[in-house]
Nanobody, 124 residues
Framework: QVQLVESGGGLVQAGGSMRLSCAAS????????TGWFRQDPGKEREFVAS????????SYANSVKGRFTISRDNAKNMLYLQMNSLKPEDTAVYYC?????????????????WGQGTQVTVSS
């Protein structure tokens, strides 16, 4: 079992930056690939980014590629999402997730553990 807790959300102006963090506890964090998803009210949860157990492989949604960077620190059991050049359409609740595999994945169904989410609001 892995417990995930997100932090770092809030309100930011368009064009600004924000870093989300996700603290993991429980089983050995380095055994799990991890990712970020987001959900706007009335919409389905969508994939944002994923990173392999070692950090050597990453995957991004086209909508965030070049603006967002996913990273992890296995020694600290932490996952991060650096978000730059934020747009109003990035407004959503952001969730971190972990899966019982070491390779990246983009489908929500492939993840086994989820955090409670943190709200990110980008004003225009």
């Amino acid at each position: 079992q892995v417990q995930l807790v997100e932090s770092g959300g809030g309100l930011v102006q368009a064009g600004g930056s924000m870093r989300l963090s996700c603290a993991a506890s429980g089983r050995t964090f380095s055994n799990y690939a991890t990712g970020w998803f987001r959900q706007d009210p009335g919409k389905e949860r969508e994939f944002v980014a994923s990173i392999s157990w070692s950090g050597g492989s990453t995957s991004y949604a086209n909508s965030v590629k070049g603006r967002f960077t996913i990273s992890r620190d296995n020694a600290k059991n932490m996952l991060y999402l650096q978000m730059n050049s934020l747009k109003p359409e990035d407004t959503a609740v952001y969730y971190c997730a972990a899966r019982r595999s070491v390779i990246v994945a983009t489908a929500e169904s492939e993840y086994d553990y989820w955090g409670q989410g943190t709200q990110v609001t980008v004003s225009s």
